[in-house]
């Protein structure tokens, strides 16, 4: 039999209880965006871009910690369906301009509720686990 190697376990791992609970949020947003039209991640990007309101895709990225291969495509799909405008800027054509259309923003108030939603039926912390995890979590990620 192979030897067991305890740092290469699942349960000694920090990364993995860290995954398997974000496909777990993720996926109970589903519900919500489905009928919307939305994935998860074009949902963050349109409340990224509600909070800004025009941003380049660079900032946009920096914001949601996505690179612009991932950001492209995500932008080209809320494009057609109407909820942001691209545009090169006038001042550098290698930077590309993100603005929410007005179909855009009125998709804001189909979604305003979710968070609510989603803190409620979502998830079994109680809200001061909540705010822990939330402190945490952050902490971990502007220690980059």
């Known amino acids: 039999m192979a030897q067991k190697y305890e740092q290469l376990l699942l349960k000694n791992q920090l990364c ?3 995954y398997a609970c974000s496909r777990k949020i993720v996926g109970s947003y589903t519900p919500y965006l489905k009928p919307l039209g939305l ?3 074009q949902y963050v990007v349109m409340m990224a871009l509600w909070e800004h309101e025009t941003v ?14 991932t950001l492209t495509p995500l932008l080209k799909r ?9 545009e090169r800027s006038k001042e550098d054509e290698r930077i590309t301009i993100i603005s929410v259309t007005p179909e855009g ?3 804001k108030e189909q979604c305003k509720d979710i ?5 409620k039926d979502g998830s079994p912390l ?3 686990d909540a705010r822990e ?3 945490l979590l952050y902490l971990f990620l502007d220690g980059e």
């Open 115 to 119: 968070p609510l939603k989603m803190a």
């Open 16 to 18: 993995f209880p860290m």
């Open 105 to 107: 923003d009125a998709l």
């Open 39 to 41: 994935t998860y991640t």
């Open 126 to 128: 109680s809200e001061k």
């Open 78 to 86: 809320l494009e057609k369906a109407g909820y942001v405008t691209r």
């Open 133 to 135: 995890l939330y402190r």
């Open 56 to 69: 380049n895709v660079g900032q946009l990225g920096d914001i949601l910690k996505l690179d612009a291969g």
